[in-house]
């Protein structure tokens, strides 16, 4: 019974000590800004205009690239947004061509969603292949 008990002390002291080295899990993708802005611009409409937003998105996608890190998903999908709010259609045409490379499985949100904030602009598109 006593050996028992050490046993199982000892496993819980190794265990407890163990769990202690593991390090927590570092995010893959650069952040930056991004997830305020869409809060802003979702629980503050207006506080957040076009041109604020791309300027600090694109500091956002300088900065994860000087530390060697992706940008999340959805980045150059509000990027290329903005972009279309803001009447630049060859700029947002990029943003939503680069979120379309970086991330295929969302090819068909993206193209949705560049046909929608496009046309709202009165501009139309040919569709992707």
């Not at 190794?14 to 202690?20: P, T, W």
């Not at 979702?42 to 694109?58: F, H, N, W």
């Not at 500091?59 to 992706?70: M, T, V, W």
């Amino acid at each position: 019974m006593r050996n028992s008990f050490r046993f199982l002390s000892c496993l819980l002291l190794f265990s407890a000590l163990a769990a202690g080295c593991v390090s927590a899990p570092k995010d893959h993708y650069y952040w930056g800004n991004y997830e305020a802005l869409i809060l802003a611009m979702y629980a503050e409409p207006g506080s957040a205009d076009p041109v604020m937003q791309i300027e600090k998105l694109t500091a956002d996608l300088q900065q994860a690239e000087s530390i060697g890190k992706p940008a999340p998903p959805g980045l150059y999908a509000h990027l290329g947004f903005m972009y279309a709010m803001n009447g630049d259609v060859s700029q947002a045409e990029v943003a939503f061509n680069e979120e379309r490379e970086l991330f295929p499985e969302s090819a068909v949100f993206i193209d949705g969603m560049m046909e929608r904030a496009l046309q709202n602009l009165g501009v139309s598109i040919a569709p992707v292949e």
